[in-house]
Structure formats: structure tokens, C-alpha cells
């Protein structure tokens, strides 16, 4: 079934062009690279896989409790909209967040996939091109298994958010080539890491979880190349150059915020849009899910050397100002266990069955 029949909402045109800018660099030097970014470029080669063949497509899912959403964590919960749903009304509401949450999963990694391949073009160094090669592939599947999930699973999907869409424009539209890095290995992909963590480790539905954690170990690895490339870089810029980066941060960190309301969904549902949005403001797990989203972001845009006054004081005002000291390489290393920890489960029992399936043809062939 076309994608385009599947909309909850009008897309609007289904090809969006954004004019390019900026050069595209060559580097003949083929034998110097920094030992760090060799190694993940190293491991980018070696932690590819096939989506079609590590996820267990074959798992079922329920698509009015895909991700076994608790109602308090609906945004119409306890208003009096609530009272008046039905059973079946309120598994639709959670099939539409469903829909929305991994839409802009989907949207968010085709415009990763574009950043990455723009990375290569532009990035004056050999090994960052190297390792953004494997990252375009990444974000390629991810792209791939998110748009399966919607349309097999859930059978339902939304248009990209206003909010991400400006953020991205503006991330491809700026001729400077640390720009996708910034906008998109920092901003996109650092929220994107915080959501994905977020429902990977509260949902006990297999499917999600399985295809949450493999993502998560391969963005896991994309980060961490942001942060190279990025440090480095940005202790050669003037507090100027610094501060216009700074600038990008606050805006597209602002814009990111108020991406995570949902409104679509309540509007689509019928809600009006003035009420649906006053609804999501008071929502205490839409604050608190605002909150814990910038856990990646806001430690990462201190370590790369973005930590001016006015930086600062932004995050003071979003309430996340204190996640500045989060340990990222924790994080990201508890990304990596998580998936590795899946996959063992995963293999042992199939394992087990096999044995017990083998043992069960031997005992009845004697």
C-alpha cells in the first residue's frame, strides 16, 4: 500500500527540495587520520547488520497497544474528553501517538541519512568522510525499519512536524560544513537517542524494544563521531564563530521543545487546536518527557565547547541546565549493552529450542 494512503493528516507534496549549499571537498591525502575516528569508522564496518534478518518481523503487535502505553502517560488523561472514551477510543489514541512518535522517528532518520551523505561531501577531512560512508548506510536502515513498523504494524503514519522540519531546512541550508554535524549528530540525534531510550526501556513489547535497541547501538557510535569531529574543531573558531553556534543551539533546542507536543494527533482526533495544545502544556508527563529528552543533548553541547552565558542561561530556562553534567559515555556504553545483552537472550533461546527440537526427532526415531 502506497505510504501516501496511509497519512493520518495531508503531507502536503510528497517531495520536499532544499536548495544545497556549500562545497563539496576533496581530500588527496589517503594515508593520515586521527587513530580515534579510524577506529569507529573501523567499527561502523564492523557492526553493520540486516535489518531484515536481526529483527523478529514475525512477532505480533497489537496496534491500539503497540508500545503498552499506560494511560496516564496520554495526554488526555483525567480531562474531561477522558471520562466520554470508549475502550476502542482510547486504543485508537494510543495507535495515533504510536503513529506519530516513530513518524518523526522515520522523518528524523531519512534527514540523518541526507546529513550524513551531506557530511561526506562537504567535511574537509578523510577519515570524518570515511566514517560518515557508514553512517549514511545506518541511517538508511534505520529509515527502512522504522517505515516498516508503520506500515505493517501499525498501519498509520503522520506528516513530519512543523518544528523538525525547520530545524532540518536550517541544518541543510547553512553553507558552513560543521553545520550537519551540529544540527543533526547533536540536536536531532541527541533527542532522538533520549526518546528512543525512553520507550525501549518502559515498553514490554518485544518488537519495539528489539528495534529501539539495535538503532540505539548504532546512534550510539554516530554521536560519539559528532563529539570528535566537533571538539576538535571548535577550539579553532573565535568566540564570535563560537557564539553564532551557540546562537543555532539555543534556537534549534527551543524548536525541539516544542516539537514534543503531540498537538497533531488531539487536532486529528478532534480535539481543537487552542484546547489541544493547552492540554499538552499541562500534561506532567509531557513536562517531565521534555525534560529527560535533553539528557544527551545538553551534556554534548558542553563537551564540544559550546558553553557560553547566554547558552547557559537557555538552559536554565528549559529546566535542564543540570544535565550539563551527565556522563555520556556511560550512556552511550549502556546503549551498546543493552542491545548486546537483546541479542544473547535472544540467540539463547532460539538455541535451546533448536537442541530440544533435535532431541525430540532423536527420541522418537528410537
Not at 252 to 276: F, H, Q, S, T, W
Amino acid at each position: 500500500m502506497s505510504t501516501q494512503e496511509l497519512y493520518g493528516m495531508d503531507p502536503g507534496e510528497p517531495l520536499w527540495q532544499v536548495p544545497a549549499a556549500g562545497s563539496a571537498r576533496f581530500n588527496w591525502e589517503y594515508d593520515d587520520g586521527r587513530e580515534r575516528l579510524l577506529s569507529l569508522y573501523q567499527k561502523g564496518k564492523d557492526k553493520q547488520w540486516d535489518g531484515a534478518k536481526r529483527i523478529d518481523w514475525d512477532l505480533e503487535v497489537d496496534p491500539d497497544n503497540a508500545l503498552g502505553t499506560p494511560d496516564e502517560a496520554l495526554t488526555l488523561f483525567g480531562t474531561r474528553h477522558w471520562a466520554k472514551m470508549t475502550e476502542k477510543d482510547k486504543g485508537e489514541l494510543r495507535r495515533h501517538y504510536t503513529a506519530w512518535n516513530f513518524s518523526q522517528f522515520l522523518h528524523g532518520e531519512q534527514g540523518a541519512m541526507v546529513c550524513a551523505a551531506r557530511i561526506v561531501e562537504s567535511v574537509p577531512d578523510l577519515d570524518a568522510k570515511f566514517y560518515s560512508a557508514t553512517q549514511t548506510m545506518d541511517e538508511a536502515r534505520h529509515a527502512e525499519i522504522f517505515g516498516r513498523f508503520l506500515h505493517e504494524k501499525v498501519g498509520l503514519l503522520y506528516p513530519i512536524n512543523d518544528n523538525l522540519q525547520s530545524l532540518l531546512g536550517d541544518t541543510l541550508r547553512d553553507s558552513r560544513w560543521d553545520m550537519p554535524y551540529l544540527g543533526m549528530q547533536v540536536l536531532i540525534e541527541g533527542l532522538a537517542l533520549a526518546a528512543f531510550g525512553m520507550i525501549r526501556d518502559t515498553t514490554d513489547k518485544p518488537l519495539p524494544k528489539q528495534i529501539l535497541a539495535y538503532v540505539m547501538q548504532d546512534e550510539a557510535r554516530h554521536v560519539a563521531f559528532g563529539r570528535m569531529a566537533l571538539r576538535d574543531y571548535y577550539k579553532q573558531l573565535s568566540d564570535a564563530e563560537l557564539r553564532e553556534r551557540e546562537e543555532f543551539v539555543i534556537e534549534g533546542c527551543y524548536l525541539m521543545r516544542d516539537r514534543l507536543r503531540g498537538v497533531e494527533v488531539l487536532e486529528n482526533l478532534g480535539i481543537p487546536k487552542a484546547e489541544a495544545m493547552e492540554y499538552s502544556e499541562n500534561s506532567e508527563y509531557l513536562a517531565l518527557f521534555r525534560q529527560l529528552l535533553f539528557s544527551r543533548i545538553v551534556p554534548c553541547v558542553r563537551d564540544i565547547g559550546l558553553w557560553g552565558k547566554r547558552l547557559q542561561e537557555a538552559y536554565v530556562d528549559m529546566g535542564v541546565f543540570e544535565m550539563g553534567n551527565s556522563n555520556l559515555d556511560q550512556l552511550m556504553a549502556q546503549d551498546e549493552e543493552v542491545a548486546e545483552k537483546l541479542d544473547a537472550e535472544r540467540f539463547a533461546v532460539e538455541e535451546a529450542a533448536r537442541v530440544a527440537e533435535v532431541a525430540e526427532v532423536i527420541e522418537s526415531g528410537s
